[in-house]
Nanobody, 119 residues
Framework: QVQLVEPGGGLVQAGGPLRLSCVASGRIFIINAMGWYHQAPGKQRELVADTSRGSTNYADSVKGRVTISRDNAKNTVYLQMNSLKPEDTAVYYC??????????????WGQGTQVTVSS
């Protein structure tokens, strides 16, 4: 019913930039929040950034290096990452809080994309 596709990700050198994208499609009436989590091997999944109706929220570990943005007309959320560090290496998952009826919301997840930062 709802699908989130993440076409970004890849291998990047430390200090470099990388832009992730996430596109939501399917039966969507309205989307509230959209954002990104990441999970490194042996670690718990952590919130990186999210945005809802003009407000943004960032993890302390990425604040100043990461910008989240959104194109509501395309149901797309972006994560621009700069000055990447090896510790940023993780699988990145986007999410969207979607209502198909205008009454109830449910969180949907992208398939995840691997980001590897080499030193």
């Amino acid at each position: 019913q709802v699908q989130l596709v993440e076409p970004g990700g890849g291998l990047v050198q430390a200090g470099g930039p990388l832009r992730l994208s996430c596109v939501a499609s399917g039966r969507i009436f309205i989307i509230n929040a959209m954002g990104w989590y990441h999970q490194a091997p042996g670690k718990q999944r952590e919130l990186v950034a999210d945005t809802s109706r003009g407000s943004t929220n960032y993890a302390d570990s990425v604040k100043g290096r990461v910008t989240i943005s959104r194109d509501n007309a395309k149901n797309t959320v972006y994560l621009q990452m700069n000055s990447l560090k090896p510790e940023d290496t993780a699988v990145y998952y986007c999410y969207a809080d979607v209502s198909q009826t205008g009454r109830n919301y449910q969180k949907y997840w992208g398939q995840g994309t691997q980001v590897t930062v080499s030193s």
